[in-house]
């Protein structure tokens, strides 16, 4: 009696009868590269028309379908058929291949040139210069103001302090509020024209 094995049970991918569940675990088991040959013939083309109905192009789905197999091929030794068949667990890869080109798609790669990341020029020498001696001028102009008056510009256009609010916060009529600061910056108007 001859014990040796037939081809078919020598080698599970070369008999037709043997589940995808099957072939994958001898992928899984063995590297089998027949069986994966068969998984790939059978799974590639229904995956790149499950990703073409999910909207994706012809040309990415193509390479969606080349990273679901290699992964296929890779974790084929995670399968487990008590978890899901063969087709099941395929096509979450698929899915889940197919998320992460989205979120690819919506990160824009970083680029190291990109305005918004590089440091802010630094000002000449000259604008810093005039800069502060524009500031100077503002606060020897302001020193120069009545103290009520200064008060209120500070008020009004440093603190932000809406002229209604400062009418009622001083017990000055909204009117005078307003004349003072006109006149206020009349002032200091003139005060800096003359000190440039």
Same mark, same amino acid.
């Given at each position: 009696?001859?014990e040796?094995?037939?081809?078919?049970?020598?080698?599970?991918?070369?008999?037709?009868?043997?589940?995808?569940?099957?072939?994958?675990?001898?992928?899984g088991?063995a590297?089998?590269?027949?069986?994966?040959?068969?998984?790939?013939?059978?799974?590639?083309?229904?995956?790149?028309?499950?990703?073409?109905?999910?909207?994706?192009?012809?040309?990415?789905?193509?390479?969606?379908?080349?990273?679901?197999?290699?992964?296929?091929?890779?974790?084929?030794?995670t399968?487990?058929?008590?978890?899901?068949? /063969?087709?099941?667990? %395929?096509?979450?890869?698929?899915?889940n291949? +197919?998320?992460?080109?989205?979120? *690819? @798609?919506?990160? $824009? #790669?970083?680029?190291?040139?990109d305005?918004?990341?590089?440091?802010?020029?630094?000002?000449? /020498?000259?604008?810093? %210069?005039?800069?502060?001696e524009?500031?100077? +001028?503002?606060r020897?102009?302001? *020193? @120069?103001?009545? $103290? #009520?008056?200064?008060?209120?510009?500070?008020?009004?256009?440093?603190?932000?302090?809406?002229?209604?609010?400062?009418?009622?916060?001083r017990?000055?009529?909204?009117?005078?509020?307003?004349?003072?600061? *006109?006149?206020?910056?009349?002032?200091?108007?003139?005060?800096?024209?003359?000190?440039?």
């Amino acid at each position: 009696m001859d014990e040796r094995p037939t081809p078919a049970a020598a080698h599970p991918a070369a008999d037709a009868s043997v589940s995808m569940e099957d072939l994958l675990l001898a992928v899984g088991r063995a590297g089998d590269r027949t069986a994966f040959a068969r998984i790939f013939a059978y799974f590639a083309p229904r995956v790149k028309a499950y990703l073409r109905r999910l909207g994706v192009e012809a040309g990415s789905a193509d390479e969606l379908v080349q990273e679901v197999m290699l992964l296929v091929w890779r974790r084929a030794s995670t399968f487990d058929p008590a978890q899901s068949s /063969a087709s099941t667990w %395929i096509f979450t890869i698929a899915r889940n291949k +197919r998320v992460d080109a989205l979120r *690819r @798609e919506a990160r $824009p #790669e970083f680029d190291p040139t990109d305005p918004l990341l590089l440091p802010e020029a630094e000002t000449p /020498a000259d604008d810093r %210069i005039q800069a502060r001696e524009s500031a100077e +001028r503002m606060r020897l102009a302001l *020193r @120069e103001l009545p $103290p #009520e008056q200064a008060e209120l510009l500070r008020l009004a256009y440093f603190d932000e302090v809406p002229h209604s609010t400062i009418s009622a916060e001083r017990g000055i009529p909204l009117g005078t509020v307003k004349s003072r600061l *006109r006149l206020a910056m009349d002032r200091l108007r003139k005060a800096l024209r003359e000190s440039a």
